[in-house]
């Protein structure tokens, strides 16, 4: 079984930066799949971003060039930073790690594992 405890959201103006951990117990098998995902108020959870075991990352397009993931394996935790924030990436944002899938999409379907989420509030 996996746990997946995130912390770092806040609120920032716009063009702020904020780095959100997930701190992961367990082992998380396959191809040690983890991802960022997140959901604003009335809307659908969508995809960020997503990273392999080997490091090798994948973005949404509304992200990329202001996101980076990353991972530490030996601490097993996952970090997103976030910087030149707009209001539009305000949302719960929950880390997600998948012990079955044979890649590592933004794709929700493909995880199996969740954390409770931490909030990020982006004004204007």
């Known amino acids: 079984q996996v746990q997946l405890v995130e912390s770092g959201g806040g609120s920032v103006e716009t063009g702020g930066s904020l780095r959100l951990s997930c701190a992961a117990s367990g082992y998380i098998g396959g191809r040690g799949c983890m991802g960022w995902f997140r959901q604003p108020p009335g809307k659908e959870r969508e995809g960020v971003a997503s990273i392999t075991r080997d490091t090798r990352a994948t973005y949404a397009d509304s992200v990329k060039g202001r996101f980076t993931i990353s991972r530490d394996n030996a601490r097993n935790t996952l970090y997103l930073q976030m910087s030149g924030l707009k209001p539009e990436d305000s949302a719960m944002y929950y880390c997600?790690?998948?012990?079955?899938?044979?890649?590592?999409?933004?794709?929700?379907?493909?995880?199996?594992?969740w954390g409770q989420g931490t909030q990020v509030t982006v004004s204007s």
């Open positions: 997600a790690a998948s012990s079955t899938a044979l890649v590592c999409p933004t794709t929700r379907a493909a995880y199996n594992y």
